[in-house]
């Protein structure tokens, strides 16, 4: 079950929100009383309540707002409770003077916004024995296996537990808590006024992730990164997995550099199914694989990671899908000028000689990996030539310094930097001037799909291949190898450029 917490300064605004999630099919809030600003009027917020309430009044040291006395803020939360608030949340150093009365039941609390404590077993039988119903324990998560002990604990206790870990690195236990047994877990009313660090709004918990279809049979998956909050990778992949009828959820998976190492070890603890790998653990994650994809030898970097009872297997996507996204558009191309009255052309590869690869990351070299396979003659250029060359070294291409890059022109130019980018939608990493009407022009930048580089480029007739193309193809392809089945493709494409057009209009 998803408790949503509200917490507004005035009391109509509370029973608005609780009236309008009550109609959502919400069946539990948590009513944060320490944001109402002035003397809180319990009774009035409680009468003719929509559905189930948590009576909660934090003070600033546990996270919340309360200004008023102590003394105040205990008669709040005893009034909550001869007023019939089903659920009343009472901090472990307050609990054992607050005495239990009538039906309302009694969660204990404890929060720690620094760490994960070493002990949470005995952590959790002293709240157990302060006469709690349920046991509630946030704590910060600095390193993925917290998340895993957290997990644990819930499973294996004797009482109803909510086990949560906070911020990035935690936010996976958050939608996977009633997997693990909680009674419920916590979401916000809305996304942008979160309550503690890393938790989403409802909708999101109800809709993206699905929260109360996961049972103990749903697969894992996720992407690993740091910083992954930006990811839309979740987005377009639960979708693909609800429009398929897959039992499995994919969540963003904070884990810094330096943790990496073991939470693949830890693996299958949650257990995972599946990972997306991406900036900056394309290369570290190899050591790890038991199995990998040509492809991944060769670029000596992988994007994708199954876990199979054998051990792990690695693959990359990013090339492939760079070069079937050119397929797609230069075969669409052809089939255009056939039905024009055109020739068909008998041709080796992807049919295209040249190619500028602008930039010098992970994208660019999977890319000129990809069309270098494909017998076409790529140049590699970036803004820090050391860059380029070591690229070119590697995938046996040449460079050309980042003012030169448009000196001659290639049959393809693919921008593979950020160039474009929202919010520098203004920029384009290769002047129009430049553009050739024979060219294709494939821009990796998927937010927006139509940066300026696409734009004009379009404008003067050239064959296009958007980010969003390729995006969604990595994220195919991935689906294939973890599912064994095709992906529904323009679930996933819709799905990334509701979510790209709805960051956009947020900032
Ligand atoms: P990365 O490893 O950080 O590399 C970024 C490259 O862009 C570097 O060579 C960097 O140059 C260059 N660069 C950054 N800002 C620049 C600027 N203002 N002018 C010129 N060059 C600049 O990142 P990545 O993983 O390769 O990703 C690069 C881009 O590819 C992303 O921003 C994303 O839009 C796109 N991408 C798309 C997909 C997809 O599926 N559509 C997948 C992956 C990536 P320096 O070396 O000088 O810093």
Avoid at 263 to 287: C, D, M, Q, Y
Avoid at 441 to 468: H, M, Q, S
Avoid at 473 to 501: C, N, Y
Wanted: charged share 25%; hydrophobic share 40%; aromatic share 6%.
């Amino acid at each position: 079950m998803i408790c949503v917490s509200i917490g507004r300064g005035r009391h109509r605004h509370v029973i608005a929100e609780h009236k309008h999630l009550a109609e959502h099919g919400i069946r539990l809030v948590e009513l944060r009383l320490d944001y109402i600003e002035g003397p809180v009027q319990v009774a009035r917020l409680l009468r003719d309540r929509h559905c189930p309430v948590i009576a909660t009044c934090r003070r600033a040291v546990d996270g919340g707002r309360w200004a008023q006395s102590e003394e105040t803020r205990r008669l709040v939360l005893r009034t909550a409770i001869v007023e019939g608030a089903d659920y009343v949340d009472l901090e472990d150093d307050i609990a054992a003077s607050v005495p239990r009365y009538g039906a309302t039941k009694r969660i204990i609390s404890h929060h720690d916004f620094h760490k994960t404590p070493a002990d949470l077993e005995s952590l959790h039988a002293r709240l157990a024995a302060l006469d709690a119903d349920v046991v509630k324990i946030a704590t910060m998560a600095n390193h993925p296996t917290d998340n895993l002990r957290m997990m644990e604990l819930v499973r294996t206790a004797r009482i109803p537990t909510v086990g949560l870990c906070m911020g990035d690195i935690g936010m996976p236990t958050r939608v996977l808590a009633g997997r693990y047994g909680a009674p419920f877990t916590f979401a916000t009313f809305h996304e942008d006024r979160v309550m503690a660090p890393g938790q989403i709004g409802w909708r999101q918990m109800r809709d993206l992730y699905r929260y109360d279809s996961i049972t103990t049979a749903t697969r894992i998956y996720g992407v690993v990164a740091d910083p992954v909050a930006h990811s839309l990778s979740p987005v377009v992949h639960n979708a693909a997995v609800q429009a398929a009828g897959i039992d499995a959820v994919y969540l963003p998976f904070r884990v810094p550099a330096e943790q990496i190492d073991e939470f693949l070890e830890r693996a299958t603890s949650w257990p995972l199914s599946g990972l997306s790998v991406t900036i900056p653990h394309k290369e570290s994650v190899l050591k790890h694989a038991l199995r990998q994809e040509d492809l991944v030898t060769a670029i000596g970097a992988a994007n994708t990671l199954s876990f199979e009872p054998a051990g792990v297997a690695a693959s990359n996507t990013d090339a492939t899908a760079a070069v079937e996204s050119l397929r797609a558009a230069l075969a669409e191309q052809e089939a255009e000028e056939i039905a024009a009255g055109g020739p068909s052309r008998k041709k080796d590869g992807l049919g295209l000689k040249t190619a500028l690869v602008l930039g010098a990351g992970g994208a660019a070299r999977a890319v000129a990996f990809g069309l270098k396979r494909q017998g076409v003659d790529v140049t590699v250029s970036s803004r820090t030539l050391e860059r380029s060359k070591r690229i070119a070294a590697e995938v046996g291409c040449k460079s050309v310094d980042w003012t030169a890059r448009s000196r001659v022109p290639y049959d393809c130019v693919v921008n593979a930097t950020p160039v474009g980018m929202h919010p520098n939608v203004d920029e384009t990493p290769y002047a129009k001037e430049h553009l050739r009407s024979y060219m294709v022009v494939f821009d990796t930048v998927y937010n927006p799909e139509n940066t300026l580089l696409v734009k004009e480029a379009r404008a003067v007739g050239c064959r296009i291949v958007t980010g969003v193309d390729m995006f969604v193809r990595q994220a195919a392809i991935q689906f294939r190898i973890w599912h064994g089945a095709d992906a529904p493709e323009q679930v996933m494409r819709d799905a990334l450029k509701r979510a790209t057009s709805s960051a956009r209009h947020s900032d």
